[in-house]
């Protein structure tokens, strides 16, 4: 409902016109990679590729396109995540479709444009995980068995179980249930 909403208050714009609207990260890149739009809009939290996934990834294309994430994460370690995988802008969903518009406008003129509100706080709190941390935490956290992890991310299983226990004590807490709690309440996964 909410993407249809979207593609109907951008059609209005006379200088924007959406090509194409899908409900997962991998069909946005599929879409993206053929029909080479200027600029993808996205949220973090998908089916299949999150937002930050889709994002890094459309930085690899051939043709250039921006990315705007349009979420509802207000937590600076999404925000933090989104500028180093390269997006453009980075809006909160009850931002007014008039600003969405004049965002998409400036971001096509070769502007950054982060949600005010939102501007301080990514450098507040560093996230403290590397990459394959966040990958086997976020696994674990959802309750997938470590052997299961490493099969999942060609790892073996002693791999697995220091990087979990790497993000236990980044974390400072006691068990990968906090440690996932935590990440994911401070937008780190």
């Not at 400036?106 to 990958?135: C, H, T």
């Amino acid at each position: 409902m909410l993407r249809g909403a979207l593609v109907a208050l951008l059609s209005l714009e006379p200088d924007i016109e959406v090509v194409g609207a899908v409900g997962d990260g991998e069909a946005a890149l599929r879409e993206a990679h053929a029909l080479a739009p200027d600029i993808l809009i996205t949220d973090i939290e998908m089916p299949g590729f999150t937002g930050l996934e889709v994002a890094q990834r459309v930085a690899r294309f051939d043709q250039p396109c921006r990315v705007v994430i349009l979420t509802t994460f207000a937590r600076a370690g999404y925000l933090r995540r989104a500028l180093d995988a390269g997006v453009s802008a980075y809006l909160l969903k009850d931002t007014p479709s008039t600003e969405l518009a004049a965002t998409l406008r400036r971001v096509q003129a070769g502007e950054r444009v982060i949600a005010p509100e939102l501007a301080q706080e990514a450098w507040v709190e560093a996230d403290p995980l590397l990459e394959r941390e966040r990958q086997v935490l976020r696994l674990a956290g959802e309750g997938v068995a470590a052997t299961t992890i490493a099969e999942q991310l060609s790892l073996s299983h002693g791999t697995v179980r220091n990087y979990l226990s790497q993000a236990i004590a980044k974390l400072g807490v006691s068990n990968r249930i906090e440690a996932y709690r935590m990440a994911r309440q401070k937008g780190w996964l």
